[in-house]
């Protein structure tokens, strides 16, 4: 199939994204939404929320009922445009048939959902569109489609996810990582991994943050839950998945810290009844996205407490630089993208480690100041983001 470069100038080809994320129920800080967030300030966007990667089964995933329910709502909602100040952002849930492990299945599955995407794209007046994909498990329904440009946005190992079927997820993203007219990555590990696969055709993207939104909030601007919970506070928020989330470190900092508060702030996968022991943890589950800063400012330390295992040796966490934009004092375990951050992250390599570091910091306020940690990431905006993805997928594409 000869796919066309982008049209006349000033104009630009229509996005269209394979999230790896619901828009309607996952946080909405994720990089697919904030990138194409940017660029519908200039372009036409549809979002397509993830197709997902397999079936939730009893006894394999977690919140099975639940999890079916939510998605069954989001397909209902149908196209939506939720951002009444960029008119050009649009949201659609096809109805996925999750069964990637059976080529057959497949082909039907990727049939159906294909099939809606080309009626909302046909409705919306989309054609040709520069199509991005996060979720691997799109390659099967992008493959056939016409298009300007294919963008595979490697955010992480998806293959390395636990639920999902390894061998038929690692097959969908060799066939993007060899099909995609440009790869980007935020992770340095990956890309370097990968390029026997890429060559020329990979970039290095990073993550952004909205600095705008991620900005320290007085005092009198903080939630009542959290100024009720008493100081110091070590916080967390985002996602309390227990293959991203190391939770015997947090108890150990439960344990051996208990004078200080544990604020724990997410949606849960993991058991959280082992903390119902520690008065001083205190987890106050979601939030939404636009009080996120508020609570992230009531924080003394924030924590980054990973797993070590092959997501984490991949991943470049949002979190990273919204901590910093809120100019707060981070304790990490290690990984390999904070490399360039070591002087304004503490970095612990054992349990030992980080509980000595967390102690550390709360007596003095870590390395750097609140103001250098904040000017430290201020040119990592969403917007130069986008522009970098804009740059790239618009070039003229290989025949």
């Given at each position: 199939m000869r796919r066309r470069p982008a049209s006349h100038p000033g104009a630009g080809p229509d996005y269209v994204c394979f999230a790896a994320q619901?828009?309607?129920?996952?946080?909405?800080?994720?990089?697919?939404?904030?990138?194409?967030?940017?660029?519908a300030r200039e372009r036409k966007v549809l979002v397509v929320n993830s197709i997902g990667m397999r079936m939730p089964r009893p006894g394999v995933s977690t919140h099975v009922t639940r999890r079916l329910a939510r998605k069954l709502r989001s397909v209902a909602r149908l196209?939506?445009?939720?951002?009444?100040?960029?008119?050009?952002?649009?949201?659609?849930?096809?109805?996925?048939l999750p069964f990637y492990g059976s080529e057959r299945a497949r082909r039907w599955g990727a049939l159906a959902v294909r099939a809606q995407v080309r009626a909302t794209m046909w409705w919306l007046g989309m054609r040709d569109p520069v199509?991005?994909?996060?979720?691997?498990?799109?390659?099967?329904?992008?493959?056939?489609?016409?298009r300007s440009s294919l963008v595979f946005n490697r955010s992480d190992r998806h293959s390395a996810f636990p639920e999902a079927d390894t061998r038929s997820i690692a097959a969908l993203e060799n066939q993007l990582l060899q099909n995609a007219d440009h790869v980007l990555y935020v992770s340095r590990a990956l890309m370097q991994e990968e390029e026997?696969?890429?060559?020329?055709?990979?970039?290095?993207?990073?993550?952004?943050?909205?600095?705008?939104?991620?900005?320290?909030?007085?005092?009198?601007?903080?939630p009542a839950d959290i100024r009720d919970v008493p100081g110091p506070r070590i916080g967390f928020y985002g996602a309390l998945d227990d293959f991203v989330v190391d939770f015997d470190l947090l108890e150990r900092l439960a344990a051996e810290l208990p004078e200080a508060s544990l604020v724990l702030i997410g949606d849960a996968n993991h058991p959280m009844g082992r903390f119902d022991r520690y008065p001083n943890v205190h987890w106050l589950g979601p939030r939404p996205y636009e009080s996120i800063p508020a609570?992230?400012?009531?924080?003394?330390?924030?924590?980054?407490?990973?797993?070590?295992n092959t997501w984490i040796a991949h991943a470049n966490p949002i979190k990273l630089k919204e901590y910093l934009a809120l100019g707060l004092p981070v304790v990490s375990t290690d990984f390999a993208e904070l490399a360039d951050y070591r002087d304004r992250v503490r970095v612990a390599h054992?349990?030992?480690?980080?509980?000595?570091?967390?102690?550390r910091t709360l007596a003095d306020g870590g390395p750097s100041t609140p103001e250098a940690r904040r000017r430290s990431v201020l040119g990592c905006s969403w917007d130069s983001?986008?522009?970098?993805?804009?740059?790239?997928?618009?070039?003229?594409?290989?025949?």
């Open positions: 619901d828009w309607w129920y996952h946080n909405q800080a994720h990089s697919d939404f904030q990138l194409m967030r940017s660029v196209v939506r445009r939720p951002l009444p100040d960029l008119p050009g952002f649009h949201v659609v849930s096809p109805l996925p199509v991005v994909v996060t979720v691997p498990t799109a390659w099967d329904v992008v493959r056939p489609m016409r026997p696969h890429t060559g020329p055709r990979r970039h290095f993207l990073d993550h952004g943050v909205d600095v705008g939104h991620f900005r320290r909030r007085p005092h009198e601007e903080w609570y992230g400012s009531a924080f003394d330390v924030a924590v980054m407490p990973w797993q070590d054992t349990p030992d480690d980080f509980v000595a570091a967390v102690r983001r986008a522009s970098t993805l804009i740059e790239r997928a618009e070039v003229p594409t290989r025949i």
